[in-house]
């Protein structure tokens, strides 16, 4: 499904990705972990490049990100993303959060947006919010309606960027429980995160990145039983 | 003093004309400017120095000089040679637009960057092409912002506009004059004029604090 092969990025002389080569299967769950500044998050922005490549491929579902034929709007439709920092639009409702894209790139007449929309809502619990603005939802509500939003365009492959980590603590659950169900579904999802309860309960994968590389990767219960590497050992020690 | 309340009174048809007209010169100036301000704004945050470098010099050169250069040099120079003719009304409408387009360029170029970058992101993650972020999602958000400071400018600007006056633009300004020329008093017809001007300026104060409310800014 996602195929990335010897990807490097640099901001000016700073190398933040310095030779990852990752695959990752259809209906696979990989939790990315590591600490602050080990590239983790602009690795996962490179999958659907909202930032760009410096060197090295990565191929999506068979098409490579960085080929000039390729249509990146249209690549970018089938791989959503969740934010941090949410980022819905303040200007628009909860409900017409998610049917823009629908409308304006999925080309949906508005009937069928909202009734898709209205079902996303029920399915993240907060179909009771759809007439309302961001503002006044909590943390957990925005992040859900973000969901909802990416899954509206009905990707192929979900990645979230630190989805929890702006959260209240007691908003946390309702999140993870909204992404447990749908790795259930078998969406095939990467996810960095600090939320090592998630990762050793529904990742199939963790991978360990430290200084732009990743430095080990294995499934969950054995990378945090076990771990092989001086530096997966150091960082588990202390977030465990 | 003597104030003499019947020169107001003859000028005061004049004066309304006046009136209108400097609204008139104003609206016209500040409406062309906006829409020639939105696409100023979009060259001047082009990524590409050939592009990006006239837009500019085109705001250096219209917040850089005093109005009232600008003003004569449209109308003795510029105008005369691209139409052949100009008139004073013209002249005036010519140079307010285009300089509030420079004013209004840096207010929507402020308004557009202080969205945060996230929204774009997002935008884009979800397969929206550069037009549709900037229809959808940048511009309903940055034009909210721009109500304030684009009140401003609208307000600034209706002033200015009495520069019309020296090159005898049938503006406010001009009529008041024309009353101190012929009675030779000043007290009058410049209180006359003041008063005028301030009761333009306040109404569109009143106005523009509606439409602030109306569209939520914050």
């Known amino acids: 499904m996602i195929s990335v092969k010897h990807l490097k990025k640099t901001f000016g002389e700073l190398e933040v990705l310095k030779d990852i080569n990752v695959e990752i299967k259809q209906k696979e769950v990989v939790v990315v972990i590591g600490p602050s500044g080990s590239g983790k998050s ?5 999958l659907n490049l909202i930032e760009s490549i410096t060197e090295g491929t990565v191929e999506i579902d068979g098409k490579v990100l960085t080929d000039k034929k390729v249509d990146i709007n249209k690549l970018r439709a089938e791989v959503g993303m969740v934010f941090q920092q949410f ?5 628009k409702t909860v409900l017409q959060n998610i049917t823009l894209p629908m409308i304006t790139v999925r080309k949906w007449n508005k009937k069928d947006a909202e009734k898709k929309a209205l079902e996303l809502l029920a399915k993240v619990g907060l179909e009771d919010k759809a007439g ?9 509500q925005k992040q859900r309606v973000a969901i909802a939003r990416a899954l509206g365009m009905e990707p192929k492959v979900m990645l979230f960027d630190e989805p929890t980590s702006a959260l209240d603590p007691e908003m946390v659950g309702e999140v993870l429980e ?3 169900q749908l790795a259930q579904e078998g969406m095939t999802m990467v996810v960095v995160t600090h939320e090592m309860g998630f990762a050793r309960e529904v990742g199939d994968r963790v991978i360990f990145m430290d200084q732009g590389y990743v430095v080990e990767e294995n499934d969950p219960q054995s990378l945090f039983r076990n771990p092989q590497h001086e530096r997966t050992q150091a960082f588990l020690s202390k977030v465990l | 003093m003597n104030f003499r309340f019947e020169i107001i009174m003859e000028y005061l048809p004049f004066l309304l004309e006046g009136m209108l007209l400097t609204l008139l010169m104003s609206v016209v100036g500040v409406l062309v400017g906006c829409i020639l301000g939105f696409f100023i704004a979009l060259g001047k945050m082009s990524k590409q120095a050939i592009i990006r470098i006239p837009f500019v010099w085109y705001i250096n050169f219209l917040r850089g000089t005093p109005l009232l250069v600008q003003l004569f040099l449209f ?3 510029v105008l005369p040679t691209v139409l052949g003719d100009t008139t004073a009304v013209t002249s005036v409408i010519v140079t307010l637009s285009l ?4 004013y209004v360029a840096e207010i929507f170029r402020a308004g557009l960057q202080s969205i945060d970058k996230g929204q774009a992101e997002a935008a884009h993650s979800l397969g929206m092409r550069k037009f549709q972020v900037m229809r959808y999602v940048l511009l309903p958000q940055a034009f909210k912002r721009s109500i ?5 400018e609208f307000i600034v600007l209706l002033k200015d506009s009495s520069l019309g006056a020296m090159i005898a633009a049938p503006e406010l300004l001009y009529w008041g004059r024309a009353a101190a020329g012929q009675y030779y008093v000043f007290w009058e017809p410049y209180l006359a004029v003041a008063v005028g001007y301030l009761i333009l300026t306040l109404s569109l104060t009143y106005l523009l604090n509606y439409l602030e409310r109306r569209f939520d800014v914050k």
């Open chain 1, 42 to 46: 602009t690795f996962l922005r490179c």
């Open chain 1, 87 to 91: 980022n819905l639009f303040p200007h």
């Open chain 1, 132 to 140: 309302v603005y961001p503002e006044s939802l909590s943390g957990g």
């Open chain 1, 178 to 180: 909204v992404m447990k």
């Open chain 2, 75 to 77: 109308h003795y120079a």
């Open chain 2, 99 to 102: 300089n509030s387009s420079a």
């Open chain 2, 148 to 152: 304030p400071p684009l009140g401003n």
